[in-house]
């Protein structure tokens, strides 16, 4: 379902999405940000700065830059704390006077089993948090965040992120790294959260949406198959993984080399990463246990009364 390697945008260069809408690629390609963060901008008259990027000064000169005659940067909104989203919030609101919005700190949202796997130690895995992040004004889901020609409402998506969300945009919805086209989205315990995951894509799926507009990579335009594409994924992947434990207890390493069979030893810790938040998500909804306390080497088991089909 990864559409072709097509999406080659100018970086630094803004462009027009559709109108009031515009996208500026940051200069940060890598594996886990494709050819860059999209920053967008929305707005004729007040600008609203979603998404900032890394601290780069070549990033925060084409923002700046890209305001015209008449316009002027009135919000900055960062969806999450990730490395590759937020730290340039704070340069460009000291620039541009803009407070910072989010939907808190770079843990709020966490829950609560996250919380005790890092606290056993588990860290890392993803794309890097930007610990010290704190907003100017914290958003609530279901806010509305109001310009002088639009809105955005606030949508707490956790599941990348405990403080990620998207922003509906009249029927597009800008979903950050919950929903991209080019790949499916990273959920690295304890950063990320597999049930938060799956809830918050059902909560996208309740809705009729246009277009998605992703945090990296190119537009999505059928949103309900895109949608449905990844929850078909992850329940895919659910069953490899419970498979793998009928031949008995095994740690999330374990089952990463019995599913992930194609995957070049380089990237089997991520995979690792990746059965280990589907194992939290299988424990919290009783069909699989840890035979000790919960942590990253934890030896799971299937719970006797678990069924595939």
């Not at 810790?269 to 424990?283: E, S």
């Amino acid at each position: 379902m990864t559409p072709p390697d097509d999406f080659d945008p100018p970086i630094g260069v803004p462009q027009t999405l559709e109108p009031g809408l515009r996208r500026i690629v940051a200069p940060n390609p890598s594996p886990m940000t494709y050819r860059g963060t999209n920053t967008y901008l929305i707005g004729t008259r007040d600008i609203a700065v979603i998404d900032p990027g890394p601290d780069n000064a070549a990033h925060l000169a084409a923002i700046q830059s890209a305001c015209g005659p008449g316009q002027r940067i009135t919000h900055i909104i960062v969806t999450h704390s990730h490395m590759d989203h937020s730290p340039l919030a704070r340069p460009l609101a000291q620039a541009t006077g803009a407070p910072v919005l989010a939907f808190g700190d770079a843990m709020a949202g966490r829950t609560a089993v996250m919380t005790r796997l890092a606290r056993s130690g588990l860290a890392g895995g993803g794309e890097g948090i930007e610990t010290g992040f704190v907003p100017d004004q914290p958003l609530a889901d279901g806010e509305t965040v109001l310009g002088s020609d639009w809105q955005l409402e606030v949508l707490h998506t956790p599941g990348h992120l405990g403080n990620h969300i998207c922003l509906a945009w009249n029927d597009a919805c800008l979903t950050a790294d919950h929903v991209m086209g080019w790949a499916s989205s990273l959920v690295s315990p304890p950063d990320g959260d597999l049930t938060d995951f799956m809830r918050s894509c059902d909560r996208l799926a309740q809705r009729t949406w246009r277009v998605f507009y992703p945090g990296h990579g190119a537009p999505v335009p059928d949103p309900a198959q895109r949608l449905a594409w990844l929850v078909s994924h992850r329940k895919s992947r659910e069953t490899a993984i419970l498979t793998a434990l009928r031949d008995g207890p095994k740690t999330a390493s374990d089952i990463a080399r019995v599913v992930y069979t194609d995957t070049p030893s380089a990237l089997l810790p991520a995979a690792t990463r990746n059965v280990l938040a589907h194992l939290v998500d299988l424990m919290g909804r009783h069909k699989v246990a840890p035979k000790s306390v919960l942590h990253a080497d934890a030896i799971f088991a299937l719970v006797p009364s678990v069924r595939f089909f």
